[in-house]
């Protein structure tokens, strides 16, 4: 079974990697706006005895409407839920169904979920197993290369591989790593070489310039990206310009204000107070500063706003005041997003922004 086609066959792939708190409903249908990727991921679906899936998230497959496949994602350990899950999801029309063996946050991977499970190969193969044998239809695998180390990482391909996964994602960091190190692309080419599946390539894709080099030098199928494109939603439109050899749309400032203000309508919901809506969107913004100016003053004054009109003040000073300046495509050296440290709740999921981007 072939994978779902992509927006311009022959390019290297593009999907939007699975963000907590972040893939929802509400901002793939803001990154399509700008150009969608190839696929969409959802948040995971937690499983265990007492689980069902989650409500919110199956809204972003059976409300979908950005035209692109969405891509189903499990986390958990429990063979006999992970497959009645997979057969729920079955019937929400999903195009894949995707395990996640990545998620590097202590209170994910100390449950022997996610990450966790890079340190038991003979638990992933069961897993694996299980799971393809109750899909009928694309099943796929994301991972990281190793828990401590890569003393795992060539078994664990080879039993993606036997078990006959449709396409891998590599996030090229061990579970210990976190997203402090350097990725290591050529693990990632390890894996373009040794599995007869397609392989997406995940971390520090920062542009589309990036996205480029690393597809070259690893011999990957494409990119996943994550909170780059929270930065920069016009992301994988760029990167289908870059592998068409054409030039990469030019984006102002006046375009990301417009972004912050589609984002902020976007995400709004029943019932949520102003302040923390504004704190949501914090989350979001510390990205997008990133590339507003190399000193972080947008950064510095967006952490201060406790009001709506507080937050798009600090937005217009920012960004309207040279409106046609360009957006840097990369982060500007030494400005660092800190999202999980802005509210309560969003140190709540062990895997909030900080720690499952990609």
């Known amino acids: 079974m072939s994978l779902p086609p992509p927006l311009l066959p022959g ?25 969608a990727p190839d696929y969409f991921f959802t948040e995971f679906f937690r499983v265990h005895a007492q689980s069902r899936p989650e409500k919110h998230i199956l809204r972003s497959i059976d409300e979908n409407d950005t035209g692109r496949p969405v891509f189903a994602q499990l986390i958990g350990e429990d063979i006999a839920h992970l497959v009645r899950t997979a057969d729920e999801l079955q019937r929400h029309g999903i195009a894949v169904l995707d395990l996640n063996l990545g998620c590097p946050a202590p209170k994910i991977y100390k449950k022997n979920v996610g990450g966790g499970l890079l340190r038991d190969p003979d638990r992933i193969d069961e897993i694996l197993g299980a799971l393809r044998a109750a899909t009928p239809g694309l099943f796929t695998v994301k991972m990281r290369i190793g828990f401590a ?3 795992n ?8 591989a036997a078990r006959g996964a449709d396409l891998l994602t590599v996030h090229g960091r061990t579970v210990q790593e976190m997203y402090r190190s350097e990725v290591h692309y050529d693990a990632i080419a390890r894996a373009a070489a040794r599995v007869p599946c397609p392989v997406l390539a995940n971390g520090n894709i920062t ?3 990036k996205a480029a080099a690393v597809v070259a030098e690893t011999g990957a199928a494409g990119v996943m990206i994550g909170r780059h494109a929270i930065r920069n939603p016009w992301i994988f439109r760029q990167c289908r310009e870059r592998f068409a050899g054409r030039p990469v749309a030019r984006v102002t400032l006046a375009d990301v204000r417009e972004y912050i203000e589609r984002l902020y309508r976007a995400t709004e919901a029943e019932g949520v107070p102003e302040r923390a809506h504004v704190n949501k969107m914090k989350k979001y913004l510390n990205f997008v500063g990133q590339s507003v100016d190399p000193a972080g ?3 510095h004054d967006m952490r201060r706003a406790e009001s709506e009109a507080e937050l798009f003040a600090i937005c217009d000073r920012h960004l309207l005041a040279n ?4 957006f840097s495509a990369e982060p500007y050296p030494g400005v660092i997003a800190r999202p999980n440290c802005e509210t309560p709740s969003a140190r709540a999921d062990g895997c909030s922004l900080e720690t499952i981007t990609a």
């Open 153 to 160: 990482f060539d078994r664990i391909l080879d039993l993606v």
């Open 297 to 299: 003053a947008f950064l």
């Open 207 to 209: 542009s589309a310039a």
């Open 323 to 326: 409106p046609a300046q360009e």
């Open 11 to 35: 390019q290297p792939l593009t999907a939007l990697a699975p963000m907590q708190d972040v893939t929802d409903l509400a901002f793939m249908r803001v990154v399509a706006h700008y150009g």
């Open 149 to 151: 180390d890569t003393a």
